[in-house]
């Protein structure tokens, strides 16, 4: 986890210049940018792919991309934004959840307001909320990450089995796949961040549809995670987990397991963010993988799903190469660069585009996503970095048996309150 | 433990022998040779450390420009919270399974390896070389042997015992025992190494005495060998200690304190706390509650089993 140190400088900066030299014939008349960017592992292709394209238009740039494992890439942003030696871009999760959500560093004031930038009026509506802070707008948000079950279609295709549209369809598909041989569902819950996706992949039909103002009511102090909608969903997560939807031992199997068991064949699918497929894809060696919405409730009209800005970039308030980094967020925000950088992690890119969806891997989750029956991810809501330490670690306890849901839910709320 | 009537004091004395009792201090020139490495240490742990203590009398998250001084309120909390407490129980039990573990096991293979077995060179070196790895790169190949379809679990399937038989990271028992197997696996060579060379000191005359009188190995090892490694002894239980209470590298990556907070230690608790949660000040106040514990653990312990060498010699 935290001691994953990917940070290969060197192989950026060798791709960046060889890209300059590709584009040399290209107008001389274009400023050079110098400046630093860096990101989480899981983004760093996406990234480096898009610096490429920046550099051909700016012949002779110089961008030096870092990157580092999430868990590494907070502990260490942190360090740098505090004692003054941050890149010129920094990658910042939207809204709240973790130590370096927007929520988190924005009134610290570590960044610099875009609010004036050209593309802020095109943020769709639904992403404002978490590309702002205190009313002024810190990052260009650049992917839509789902989360939904990301299935091997020969699996699917061998087993019979049709897409399931219900939750009672959902449970009558897991029998079928084990009737056919296989795991329906691989689950990397010794992996503590991995933990809390079925919750979140169920949320939003057991909460959100019947409770569209969930978030403000907790806000407020009128809605408990007890006793709501989210009993529903653990208790659904539980069940998946008697009837042996799940692998072996999921407490004991890691996030890298569990996508190699569905690259493989060995399980049907993995409740996973959209940003995956690729992983999965390499695991398998071919492209025969797409992405259904989990159907958290037996009202198919109440099935909505995770739908989130998922990653964004904003720029370092002290930079001293500012005008830099502001061109590469504005380059960053123009369409053909988002649709590439989404498309190199596997996910939509956060402002509406045609050409992304015709992507045949979302092509079962498109209608969800076209009629707008997304939700944010449930942390990006909340008050602190705590609650969804806690609900990683509640929901191991629930597979272990060493808490009931109740109290699950019961530590959550005191998380969500607490000062 | 009773070192009631060790050999020593039957048998007769080597003239040797009292060059070995410990040396006094010899007075103020050796501080001298020490201050260049102290200035350094200094300069880049203790005062840093000290100045980051101040942190934990604020509500400092980390980030904000602003902090204010909150007087012991952060300590008050640490003593009420149960997630200290149960982090605290689990460094415990860590530090003392690691401990007797530890020991246990690096006093028997000195004891094979002092004997003239052919490969014992060859054996030492083995048994020592987990020592020289990274504990981070140790704990990430045990954590893909111990996993669900990892090498032990393979090798446990085929000898029949059903796919997947011990949940060995996932289980929140199995998990603590998975932790202290990895840590004691890398850390017995260091006890090895310390015993050995302790039973090495150990006059040779003392066992020829103990043979003309008939011993068995066995009253060698209670009367001569185990009194005479006193100080050896008193060596690995400090540092087993001191790495037990701090155990951090080996259960982040193999369990990250989990599942749930069955592993979870003071050391992996303060992380959290302050780089995932970001509560700096509050973590900063358990990390030097932590500091002063386990300083006390040391020295209270060092404190007896010195007194207990000086009452085995």
């Known amino acids: 986890m935290s001691y994953q140190v990917p940070m290969s400088r060197r192989s950026a900066v060798f791709a960046v210049a060889l890209s300059a030299l590709v584009a040399g014939g290209a107008s001389a008349a274009a400023p050079k940018h110098d400046f630093s960017v860096f990101t989480v592992s899981s983004d760093k292709a996406a990234l480096e792919a898009v610096v490429a394209k920046f550099v051909e238009r700016y012949p002779g740039s110089k961008v030096r991309v870092n990157a580092a494992d999430a868990d590494q890439y907070q502990t260490t942003m942190r360090v740098q934004l505090t004692s003054g030696t941050a890149p010129d871009v920094i990658f910042t999760w939207p809204g709240n959840g973790n130590s370096l959500a927007l929520a988190q560093v924005g009134p610290a004031g570590y960044l610099s307001d875009l609010s004036s930038r050209p593309w802020v009026k095109r943020i769709p509506d639904k992403y404002r909320q978490v590309t702002q802070s205190q009313g002024k707008t810190y990052i260009v948000p650049m992917t839509e990450t789902l989360i939904g079950a990301v299935f091997n279609r020969d699996v699917i295709e061998k087993a019979g089995v049709a897409i399931p549209k219900t939750w009672t369809e959902f449970l009558g598909t897991c029998e079928k796949l084990k009737a056919a041989g296989v795991t329906p569902i691989a689950l990397g819950n010794a992996t503590p961040w991995v933990t809390q996706l079925v919750d979140y992949a169920l949320v939003p039909s057991t909460v959100y549809a019947s409770q569209p103002d969930f978030d403000e009511r907790m806000a407020a102090g009128k809605a408990k995670f007890a006793g709501s909608g989210w009993t529903d969903a653990m208790n659904k997560y539980l069940d998946l987990n008697r009837r042996g939807c799940f692998n072996k031992n999921p407490l004991g199997t890691s996030f890298e397991e569990s996508l190699q068991m569905v690259g493989t064949g060995k399980a049907a699918m993995v409740i996973q963010v959209s940003g995956i497929i690729n992983q999965v894809r390499t695991f398998a060696g071919h492209d025969r993988f797409a992405m259904f919405a989990v159907p958290g409730a037996d009202d198919a009209a109440k099935v909505l799903i995770p739908a989130a800005a998922g990653s964004g970039y904003a720029v370092n308030a002290k930079s001293k190469r500012s005008a830099a980094a502001l061109a590469f967020v504005d380059f960053l925000a123009e369409e053909e660069t988002m649709n590439l950088y989404a498309k190199r992690i596997g996910s939509l890119p956060a402002f509406p585009s045609a050409t992304a969806l015709d992507d045949p891997t979302f092509a079962p989750i498109r209608p969800f996503v076209e009629s707008g029956k997304g939700v944010p991810f449930m942390d990006q809501r909340w008050p602190n970095a705590k609650v969804q330490q806690v609900h990683f670690a509640v929901v191991q306890e629930l597979f272990s048996g060493a808490t009931s849901v109740g109290d699950a839910l019961g530590r959550m709320d005191a998380a969500y309150t607490a000062k | ?313």
Not at chain 2, 104 to 123: K, M, P
Not at chain 2, 165 to 182: E, F, T
Not at chain 2, 212 to 230: Q, V
Not at chain 2, 287 to 299: D, E, K, N
Request: no cysteine; proline share 5%.
């Open chain 2, 1 to 313: 433990m009773t070192m009631s009537s060790p050999v020593t004091a039957e048998a007769p004395v080597p003239t040797r022998w009292p060059a070995r009792s410990p040396r006094k201090p010899s007075g103020g020139a050796s501080w001298w040779f020490v201050l260049p490495a102290l200035l350094a240490y200094a300069a880049v742990v203790l005062l840093p450390s000290a100045g980051g203590a101040v942190f934990a009398f604020t509500d400092w998250n980390g980030l904000a420009p602003e902090l204010a001084f909150i007087g012991g309120a952060n300590f008050e909390r640490a003593f009420r919270d149960p997630q200290v407490r149960s982090a605290l129980a689990v460094t415990a039990v860590f530090a003392l399974a690691i401990t007797v573990l530890q020991n246990i096991i690096g006093l028997a293979l000195a004891l094979l390896l002092n004997t003239s077995i052919r490969s014992r060179n060859w054996l030492r070196t083995l048994l020592f070389a987990p020592v020289v790895v990274t504990p981070v790169i140790v704990a990430y190949l045990w954590k893909y042997l111990l996993s669900s379809n990892g090498a032990v679990n393979q090798v446990a399937t085929a000898l029949g015992a059903g796919e997947g038989a011990v949940n060995w990271l996932g289980d929140p028992r199995m998990a603590v025992v998975s932790v202290v197997i990895v840590t004691v696996w890398q850390t017995m060579g260091v006890a090895m190494v310390i015993y050995l060379a302790g039973l090495q000191n150990i006059p040779e005359e003392l066992y020829e005495a103990a043979d003309m009188d008939g011993a068995s190995s066995w009253t060698k090892f209670r009367l001569i060998s185990f009194p005479l490694l006193a100080p050896a002894v008193t060596i690995n239980v400090v540092l087993s200690t001191v790495n037990g209470l701090k155990l951090f590298d080996q259960v982040f990556v193999l369990t990250s304190g989990g599942p749930g907070y069955a592993t979870e230690t003071l050391s992996t608790l303060v992380y959290k706390t302050s780089f995932i949660v970001g509560e700096f000040g509050y973590a900063t106040a358990i990390a030097l509650a932590m500091t002063v514990f386990v300083a006390a653990v040391s020295m209270g312990l060092m404190a007896w089993l010195k007194g207990r060498e000086a009452h085995v010699h």
